[in-house]
């Protein structure tokens, strides 16, 4: 099984580090958006509206069961899968080679971020976090 999951801890019971979580993932999703896509794309319009505007408002302001957006790091799911009975598989080093390849095709990737954590792979923004993909069987 492949899970690819946002690379955030906003899922705390406490406010302020759900808050602060949320601020620094949007932040670098929003810098990216900026550099990569045009202002005038749709496909940044809906992002940015829809997508994370909605996204923002659950995790920040509603709690409890009402919560439905419960994003966890890879860290989190590991422990998760464990308890199962699942193992995480590598993903390979020409993974990680071709990932890499993708973020040099256009100079405003430059600030892209790829590397391992673990077994998984990690995607980011200036270094923030933001994508990890991890591969699991049972």
Do not use: H
Not at 22 to 42: Q, R
Not at 94 to 118: F, H, I, N
């Amino acid at each position: 099984m492949v899970v690819g999951e946002v690379e955030g801890n906003m899922n705390s019971p406490v406010f302020i580090d759900r808050f602060v979580e949320s601020l620094f993932f949007t932040s670098a999703f929003f810098d990216c958006m900026e550099e990569c896509i045009g202002k005038d794309e749709l496909v940044r319009k809906y992002g940015e509206e829809t997508l994370f505007g909605a996204a923002s408002k659950i995790v920040v302001a509603i709690e409890g069961r009402e919560r439905i957006i419960r994003n966890m790091k890879v860290d989190v799911w590991r422990t998760y899968f464990q308890r199962f009975g699942m193992w995480e598989v590598e993903l390979s080093r020409s993974s990680l080679y071709q990932a890499e390849l993708v973020t040099k095709r256009l100079p405003s990737w430059g600030p892209c971020t790829v590397g391992m954590d673990g077994k998984s792979l990690i995607v980011g923004w200036k270094g923030t976090p933001i994508k990890s993909v991890t591969v699991w069987k049972f």
